[in-house]
């Protein structure tokens, strides 16, 4: 079953360029956001690893839009049916695809990341070696991978690609927005506390950690709760509904 998945992931058209996009994507801001901070020139006080990884913010909606199409072009396209004829157990296609998406955003993951932090270190230099920034730079492979997840989760269970996508981004970034559209400073900080988008990226700070909304790790795992409760609803529908 997971041969299959692979070989279907790669021979979905545009997985490769989906991935090769989101490592470009994820250097190309991240090396972009640490040329215009002005720092050292004018003294450095930004979080430098946070700034370094900004890329992430736009690698993620890359990931979300792969994750959904493993499952959301099978949907479309009534492939999935013949899946479903293949292997009756509806709940360990869905465990193959999650296993696939997850080995195969992580490694790219973790290949953009690298680029990221390795040549915005060139503009905004920080040390790569320290426990913090490894831990950023690793939370932050976590992170995508625990987007793809949650779009696969969401794709199972609404279907359509378009809408996936949207519902995905949606997601993430309305946390994001109330908390813009409200001045009550407890409610902010509520909402970074339970976005999976706000929460998440908590790992990849590395300064005032005393200061922030959620810690690093209970920020990513506010994150795999997300996930998590997408794959189980999506596991749910897909065992309910008919193919």
């Known amino acids: 079953m997971v041969r299959s998945e692979w070989t279907k992931v790669w021979t979905t058209p545009g997985t490769a360029w ?36 900004t890329g992430v913010q736009l690698g993620q ?61 060139r503009l905004l230099p920080l040390s790569l070696g320290n426990g913090t920034v490894l831990r950023a730079a690793g939370g932050s492979v976590l992170y995508l991978g625990l987007i793809g997840l949650l779009a696969l989760g969401v794709a199972t269970a609404v279907r ?31 909402l970074q506390q339970i976005g999976p988008m706000a929460a998440g990226l908590a790992v990849q700070a590395t300064t005032g950690l005393d200061t922030l909304p959620i810690s690093p790790w209970r920020g990513l795992a506010v994150l795999a709760a997300w996930a998590a409760a997408a794959l189980l609803a999506g596991g749910l529908l897909v065992r309910l509904r008919d193919a």
């Open 61 to 121: 909606a890359v990931v979300a839009i792969l994750a959904v199409l493993v499952v959301g072009g099978e949907y479309s396209s009534g492939m999935i049916r013949t899946t479903f004829a293949a292997v009756p157990r509806r709940l360990t296609v869905l465990a193959a695809k999650a296993l696939i998406v997850t080995g195969v955003v992580v490694v790219t993951a973790a290949i953009a990341v690298a680029a990221a932090l390795i040549i915005s270190a």
């Open 160 to 190: 359509d690609p378009a809408a996936a996508v949207g519902a995905v981004l949606g997601l993430l970034y309305v946390f994001p927005i109330f908390g813009l559209a409200t001045t009550d400073p407890d409610f902010q900080r509520h």
């Open 18 to 53: 989906l991935l090769i996009t989101m490592v470009v994507a994820t250097a190309g801001v991240s090396v972009l956001a640490a040329a215009v901070t002005g720092c050292p020139d004018t003294g450095c006080t930004v979080d430098v690893a946070k700034v370094n990884l």
